[in-house]
């Protein structure tokens, strides 16, 4: 429901902006003809999975893609640590699919939902005991227990609930496995971000939930991620820097308490900061929104690790489609994939620079399905 609203609003906001502010650098080189590991991408308005790879430089779809979602409405996608499952969110609950090892889908459990949730944002905990998700409009976080070899929901097994600071649910994330703090992260727009303990093999997963507050009252949490080794929270909001372009992406140390570094927030080069993709060694943000431009756009940082001390310098801001919504990397770290439910194009993506570490350089476009197309969210196999 939401993120239907969201999609409308920036396809209205598209002929209000001119412009570009973002860039790439035509002299920088590529790899044309590159293939990459499949990937998932949620079609809102035609209610479809389409599922691809990119062969040779050309971005392919899978065998039986689309995939039809019979009318419903595709919020959220998350596909399991070990490849062979992955969920969709819809206005009729969530569905899990199995992925053959082609990458093909077949609809689970009968074809029937796991949840009645209508889950705006979610995520699959990283021992697969737990999928995490939360409705947005509903103040709760929700962790339905699943069995790791195949996602279906354990027998006997009951959903835990906690309460959220706030009910406008955006994005949440989890700390990597093994992680000695494991948390997940609530962005909340207006209501800041929820941080929440989080144990894995305890009946209820739980802790208590306190809240980090939006830099300023005029901004709101747009999107969360963590760091590969859970040495960093990241937060993208609006409205947290000065300039022309007002998002930023705050960064926090994550232990037993989180806690912002120096010279955070970071500008990611737009107003609306909308997802984040973090690397080993690099993090890149998306913007929906970019003052006097007419498309999204994507800023790298690499990050300095002295010690326990971190800080981001910004690499390179670069171009992308309508309304940026969703970030991903291929398994075989490739490619860097975007999605725009504005389209022009429903799907860009990106290698990365061989001169220039972690620099982007624009690669394959492509529409997903007959457009409009509504592309909201993107997941890659792992």
Known sequence: MKIGKWARLFLMAAPLLAGCNGFWDKTTTTTPGSSGGNFYVLNQKTSQIAAFSIVSGKVTALSGSPYSLGGTIAYAIAIAPSGTYMYVSTTAGIYLYNIATDGTLTRGNGGSVIAA??????????????????????????????????????????EQTIALPAITVQQLAISPANSTNPYVFVALGAGGTAVV????????????????????????????????????????ETASVTGTQTGGIGVFTIGSSIT??????????????SSILPLADTVYVANKAVSGSSTGNITGFSITATGTTFSLTAINTIASGIGTMGLAEDNTKTYLLAVN?????????????????????ASVTAATGTDPVQAVAIAAAP
């Open 117 to 158: 949730d209508a889950a705006f944002t979610m995520q699959i905990d990283p021992s697969g005991n737990w999928l995490i998700e939360a409705v947005s409009g509903v103040a709760a976080l929700n962790a339905v227990p699943i069995v790791s070899s195949t996602g279906l929901v354990k027998t006997g097994g009951t």
């Open 197 to 236: 303990p989080f144990n894995t093999v305890n009946a209820n997963p739980f802790g208590t939930v306190f809240r980090i507050a939006t830099v300023s009252s005029l901004g709101g949490a747009n999107a969360v991620a963590v760091d590969p080794a859970n040495r960093l929270l990241y937060i993208a």
């Open 260 to 273: 912002e570094i120096a010279g955070s927030p970071y500008p990611t080069g737009g107003t609306g900061p």
């Open 341 to 361: 439910p504005g389209g022009s194009p429903d799907l860009s993506t990106y290698n990365f620079d061989t001169t220039t570490t972690g620099k982007l350089v």
